[in-house]
Every structure is written in structure tokens, then in C-alpha cells.
């Protein structure tokens, strides 16, 4: 059991938050067989193509703090799978270009409903003074993280 002491700490509540979003997402996500960081870039991707924007191996990286091994590794998966395309630069062998396949975007929304679901589910009883206020204070948290804001 957890002592007083324990329960008090914010790193407490942070880890708990973390570790049960983290299950939540990754077993709805594990239905479509795919990891929770490979439906993440998934979803990056899309809304980078949307977006008009190019993407590029280190946005990647800096996007999912990932080193670029790890990086290809997911879009490797993600390939395998059918959910993109990936082409390379006939004038430049380090470049590349990614696609989201249809099947892909179908995911992309279903991957979309889990995360919001998961949100919905978190927010439950809150009034939205209180959800108003719950994003003021963890955007203040998340830009006390030197490495991401």
C-alpha cells in the first residue's frame, strides 16, 4: 500500500495519469495491430500531408523524440503493414516521400476516435471551468519540460 506521504506527490498522480492513458490507447490501438508510437506517427504524418507541410526524417525524430533508427524502424511498420507509401528521391538516396494509403486514413480516423474517447473518459465530472483550468496548468507543466516547448 502507499504511504500518505507517496500520494501526496504530483509525480505520483503523473505517473499514474501516464502509465493509464499509456494502457488505455495502447490496448484499443493493439485492435488494429499496431503499436501505440506506430498510430502516433501515423497520425503526424496525415495531418503533416494535410497540412500542406513536408516532412522530413528530423522532424520525425524531433516530433516522437526518437533517434532516426527508431524512426525508420516505425515507418517500416507502418509500410508493412499498408498504412503508407514511402518513395525515394531519384536525385538524392537521403530523401523521401510518404503517402498515407486509404487504408491508412481510414486508421488515421479510428485511431483519432480512440485517442478521443480516451480524453472524453478522462474528463468525465469535470465542469468546463474545470477542464479550462486542468489545460492552463498542463500546458504550464508540459513547457517546464526543457526538450518540449
Do not use: W
Not at 105 to 127: D, P
Amino acid at each position: 500500500m502507499f504511504s500518505g506521504s507517496e500520494r501526496d506527490s504530483l509525480s505520483y498522480y503523473i505517473r499514474g495519469i501516464f502509465h493509464g492513458l499509456y494502457y488505455m490507447s495502447d490496448e484499443k490501438i493493439k485492435a488494429y495491430g499496431l503499436t501505440n508510437q506506430q498510430g502516433h506517427l501515423l497520425g503526424i504524418i496525415n495531418n503533416r500531408i494535410e497540412s500542406g507541410n513536408e516532412i522530413s526524417r528530423r522532424f520525425l525524430e524531433e516530433v516522437m523524440h526518437l533517434r532516426g533508427p527508431s524512426v525508420t524502424s516505425l515507418l517500416h511498420g507502418l509500410e508493412e503493414k499498408g498504412y503508407i507509401q514511402r518513395t525515394v528521391s531519384n536525385c538524392d538516396r537521403r530523401c523521401f516521400s510518404i503517402t498515407v494509403t486509404p487504408k491508412g486514413k481510414a486508421l488515421v480516423k479510428e485511431i483519432h476516435n480512440v485517442f478521443l474517447e480516451t480524453e472524453l473518459k478522462l474528463q468525465e465530472g469535470m465542469t468546463p471551468e474545470e477542464r479550462e483550468i486542468l489545460k492552463d496548468l498542463l500546458i504550464r507543466l508540459y513547457l517546464n519540460i526543457p526538450h518540449l516547448s
